[in-house]
């Protein structure tokens, strides 16, 4: 093992790390240095960072660009976002590491079969709800997908086993998901098995630092990219480079557009859009205070109702400044399986440490501006989150069957 990382291990008070160290074979051992020369020893700064945040802002409503208004200006927002389109300038990127343990299902989220007569998987109508537009502009649009540790190869092997559902696999790119070490709270970093570090997800908003690390961003650049469409694979019916979304944003001169729904009711659980000292800012729905939640403008309507739906536009260059400046990690407590020093497994059933995650939310205040666009929510708003119930496999079916998509 190389002095330097032994002497890391000795600074931030982690030898316990090597307590299996001397058990493991040849190939064993080159692995887990890996993993050590790659760790990001700068979440043990964010404590400090946390406790010195001072909390929101001043929080205001935003106005977004409404149904009515889109529709009155389509034509031109149409023609703006197609040439930025036919010109190579717009990408999709799409978030897809998460597995579908919550709908009963053991694979990868995307790989998830909606259909009911015939086959339709997530990554398959996401691929169609794309290719609407590569056939409206002629363009094939390049398509990003990050993926994770634990999904990877089994989404890259689904998506060549199916063709790709008729996309252009030349213009279909996969990235791994940058991961955070997960630590104790007397801040000892944990190990899943004995020769592996307990590793998580570094949250929706290590999607651009990934993609620049797997050096996407470059690629990107090179194809002459200058907007990247963000969006989850959860929400089968969402538009993607959506030529009208592209040219609201470049139309309005702002450097980011956020899709929203307006909130069914005003305790939906949804991130709201709004300002926070002046800036966009996403609020999430624990944090509303009632005032807020039911505060409404002399029409009645509530002025804090717009919800994001995890479809965002963004101009490259200024989510470049964003990673000079260094997001925000957040610390968020867990349940973390892991193995102690004896070796004894240990499978915690309240939280038991720490794990780190960066937030899409964070880098949207961290931008000048932010277009809200409304959508239309039985339209572009099918999320598949849970078995039964609320935002299920029967209401994103619903949605579908209202849309005249055939599964």
Avoid at 90 to 105: I, M, S
Avoid at 384 to 402: F, M, P, Q, Y
Wanted: aromatic share 12%; with cysteine.
């Amino acid at each position: 093992m190389k002095q330097e990382t032994k002497q890391l291990l000795e600074q931030y008070g982690q030898t316990h790390l090597l307590s299996f160290y001397d058990q493991m074979k040849d190939h064993q051992k080159l692995d887990f240095e890996r993993q050590l020369d790659t760790l990001d020893w700068s979440v043990f700064d964010c404590f400090d960072e946390n406790s010195s945040q001072d909390g929101k802002g001043i929080i205001s409503p935003i106005d977004a660009l409404s149904i009515a208004d889109i529709e009155a200006n389509r034509d031109t927002y149409v023609r703006i976002g197609l040439e930025a389109v036919k010109a190579g300038k717009v990408g999709a990127l799409l978030l897809a590491g998460g597995q579908g343990t919550r709908l009963g299902f053991g694979g990868p989220k995307g790989s998830f079969n909606i259909g009911v007569t015939k086959e339709l998987y997530l990554f398959e109508q996401l691929l169609k709800n794309t290719m609407d537009v590569v056939k409206e502009s002629g363009t094939w649009i390049p398509f990003f997908i990050m993926t994770s540790d634990k999904n990877h190869e089994e989404t890259v092997g689904f998506l060549k086993e199916h063709n790709y559902f008729g996309y252009n696999p030349d213009y279909i790119f996969f990235f791994t998901q940058d991961m955070a070490p997960c630590m104790d709270y007397e801040k000892k970093l944990l190990m899943e098995t004995k020769e592996q570090l307990a590793f998580s997800p570094n949250g929706n908003g290590g999607w651009f630092t990934s993609f620049a690390n797997a050096g996407l961003l470059k690629k990107a650049k090179e194809m002459g990219v200058e907007w990247l469409n963000c969006f989850s694979v959860d929400n089968v019916l969402q538009r993607i480079a959506d030529p009208c979304f592209v040219g609201a944003v470049i139309s309005a001169g702002c450097v980011s557009g956020a899709k929203v729904v307006r909130k069914a009711d005003p305790n939906e659980r949804v991130g709201v859009l709004c300002l926070e000292d002046g800036k966009p800012s996403i609020i999430e729905y624990y944090e509303m205070t009632p005032e807020m939640t039911y505060s409404q403008n002399n029409r009645g309507e509530y002025l804090y109702c717009f919800g994001v739906i995890l479809n965002y536009l963004f101009r490259i260059d200024q989510l470049e400044e964003i990673m000079e400046k260094r997001l925000s990690t957040h610390v968020v407590e867990k349940k973390i399986p892991y193995v102690d020093p004896d070796g004894t497994e240990h499978h915690p059933e309240k939280p038991n440490g720490y794990k780190f995650e960066k937030l899409i939310l964070d880098m949207i205040h961290m931008l000048e501006n932010c277009l809200a666009y409304e959508v239309d929510r039985e339209k572009e708003f099918a999320p598949v989150k849970n078995k039964e119930g609320v935002d299920s496999i029967d209401t994103a079916r619903e949605l579908l069957r209202k849309n005249g998509i055939e599964f």
